[in-house]
Nanobody, 124 residues
Framework: QLQLVESGGGLVQPGGSLRLSCEAS????????MSWARQASGKGLEWVSG???????HYTDAMKGRVTISRDNAKNMVYLQMTNLKAEDTGVYYC??????????????????WGQGTQVTVSS
């Protein structure tokens, strides 16, 4: 069955960087839209970024200018490089595919496929 497994979260100081990874299985990865969503502390779910089969990408205002999404179709991996992290970026980050909700709306938690989430904590 389809599985998404995130890794790479952790504790980082403000201004620091992290790279999140997501390994996907059970899908035709090269044809799949892969997205990252997050639930920051005390806030609802929001989209961060998406990667499309044609190589295009999308970034929402949540972290625009501070994140880069990339994918490796040969390895079924999608990555989220995050820089200049702020305390308000603290939360759980999810790798997703097939989730409903346009990028200017909130992702629908009861749709599509989600990884287990990886905790990112930005604190000094």
């Amino acid at each position: 069955q389809l599985q998404l497994v995130e890794s790479g979260g952790g504790l980082v100081q403000p201004g620091g960087s992290l790279r999140l990874s997501c390994e996907a299985s059970g899908l035709t990865f090269s044809r799949s839209v892969m997205s990252w969503a997050r639930q920051a502390s005390g806030k609802g779910l929001e989209w961060v970024s998406g990667s499309f089969p044609d190589g295009s990408t999308h970034y929402t205002d949540a972290m625009k200018g501070r994140v880069t999404i990339s994918r490796d179709n040969a390895k079924n991996m999608v990555y989220l490089q995050m820089t200049n992290l702020k305390a308000e970026d603290t939360g759980v980050y999810y790798c997703t595919t097939g989730v409903r909700g346009a990028y200017y709306l909130a992702p629908e938690r009861d749709s599509g496929y989600w990884g287990q989430g990886t905790q990112v904590t930005v604190s000094s």
